[in-house]
């Protein structure tokens, strides 16, 4: 099993910043893709930004040259730092991980959501 704990939510102004984090323990192999969604009212969960175990990032578009992802391998965390905020980006934010277990299997974890809210 694994387990996640994020932090970093919370309220903030228009173009102000906020840093997430989500911290992964138990029973892992190696943590291949560990990252962040999101999901407005009545739509689908959408990535936000994940990286890969040698770095390779995705980001949406609408948070690309504002958001960036950065993870410790060591830590099995993963960091979010959110630049230029915006009211739009007000929503709940998912922790998600893709890792291999020590068992040998390949699993998917969510984590419970941490608030972040725009003012503006």
């Known amino acids: 099993q694994v387990q996640l704990v994020e932090s970093g939510g919370g309220l903030v102004q228009a173009g102000g910043s906020l840093r997430l984090s989500c911290a992964a323990s138990?029973?892992?192999?190696?943590?291949?893709?560990i990252g962040w969604y999101r999901q407005f009212p009545g739509e689908q969960r959408e990535l936000v930004a994940t990286i890969t175990y040698n770095n390779s990032t995705r980001y949406a578009d609408s948070v690309k040259g504002r958001f960036t992802i950065s993870r410790d391998n060591a830590k099995n965390t993963v960091y979010l730092q959110m630049d230029s905020l915006e009211p739009e980006d007000t929503v709940v934010y998912y922790c998600?991980?893709?890792?291999?277990?020590?068992?040998?299997?390949?699993?998917?974890?969510w984590g419970q959501g941490t608030q972040v809210t725009v003012s503006s």
């Open positions: 998600y991980v893709n890792a291999n277990t020590n068992r040998g299997l390949n699993e998917e974890y």
């Open positions: 138990g029973s892992i192999f190696r943590i291949n893709v």
